[in-house]
């Protein structure tokens, strides 16, 4: 004798098969390490193929931040670059941003969305949804602080990579060379700055892809729109959310670019190398390269969304509270 539950039966054969069919399309709503877990895997592969994919223009715009004199543009610098070291020198740095952005992305979204709902849970639904702005804030700092963590040996890499085409052939090598030459410190002399670029950066990123999506569906019917127009939407507030996140962010990444291609002095902590460098590039120095970041960040910003969008559905990434109004 079987100890299952019967499900309830309508009393028609009919509406049973059609209730039933309703059921097994419905996608079966996650949580915990399962639900989270595939936020993060969707957000590592979306950082991971979007950065990966922006590599020559963000080594361009380093050579421009690091040496505006000889870097003049986006265009011209390309130029140069490929003129005096070939087309292979746009892609320098590309397995450390691959691999970097790969951790950084599931820290980044799985901690946004894991987080997000911490703080749900801790002030109570209608709270939350009446201060869903500061919920945004405080999920996507406190997430992107464990996400530089992960990341910040990797983006040390990069840049040594990028500002130093002779100082070691990959990712591997080049890792190997800086913790057997400077130790584990050196991977971290430029968390100061990672913190101070990539926090404001993602809390501008969230908070502004969150109010344009909410703005967006105050006049679109969320339920009504298709797959398709639904990954536009995603883009399009991503692009936003970029431009506004590369804004706020880029004195502290000219900042980062310039503590990690010189060794500090001896003596000198990290709070002294940025003031120093703060004054040394000045307001005007510390938006070197905008131009090239905007573009960089605004379309890899626009292309995360999308494809974190698209990813948690085919990954059955369904449970996380909402609290858009």
């Not at 969230?206 to 569906?217: H, L, R, S």
């Not at 639904?230 to 962010?249: C, D, P, Q, R």
């Not at 002095?265 to 004054?279: D, H, Y």
């Amino acid at each position: 004798m079987s100890t299952g539950t019967v499900p309830p039966s309508t009393g028609s054969i009919q509406l049973d098969a059609i209730k039933q069919s309703a059921e097994a399309k419905e996608p079966k709503k996650l949580s915990g390490f399962p639900l989270y877990s595939r936020f993060a895997l969707a957000g590592a592969v979306c950082c991971s193929v979007t950065h990966g994919a922006f590599t020559p223009v963000d080594v361009v715009k380093t050579r421009i931040q690091l040496d505006p004199t000889k870097y003049k543009g986006m265009i011209s610098g390309f130029r140069q670059v490929v003129a005096s070291e070939g087309v292979g020198a746009v892609w320098t740095g590309f397995g450390p941003t691959a691999a970097g952005y790969f951790l950084q992305g599931a820290f980044k979204f799985g901690g946004y969305e894991f987080f997000k709902q911490q703080f749900i849970n801790g002030l109570g639904y209608e709270t939350a949804s009446q201060n869903r702005t500061a919920v945004y804030l405080a999920s996507s700092a406190t997430a992107e602080f464990f996400a530089d963590i992960a990341l910040c040996p990797l983006e040390a890499t990069r840049i040594r990579l990028v500002s130093e085409p002779t100082f070691a052939s990959g990712l591997l090598t080049g890792f190997g060379k800086i913790l057997k030459n400077e130790g584990v410190a050196a991977f971290y002399s430029g968390f100061g700055p990672i913190l101070f670029k990539q926090v404001p950066y993602t809390m501008s990123k969230f908070v502004v892809y969150e109010k344009v999506v909410e703005a967006v569906f105050r006049t679109v019917d969320k339920d009504a729109v298709s797959p398709g127009t639904n990954t536009a939407i995603n883009l399009g507030s991503g692009l936003v959310a970029g431009f506004a996140a590369a804004i706020v962010s880029q004195p502290a990444d000219t900042m980062l670019s310039k503590i990690n291609k010189t060794k500090a002095l001896p003596g000198e902590g990290t709070v002294t190398r940025l003031i120093k460098i703060g004054k040394e590039l000045g307001l005007r120095g510390s938006y070197g390269g905008i131009g090239a970041r905007l573009f960089m960040v605004g379309g890899l910003t626009a292309g995360q969304f999308a494809i974190y969008g698209d990813l948690k559905k085919a990954l059955g990434a369904v449970g996380g509270v909402e609290i858009a109004k």
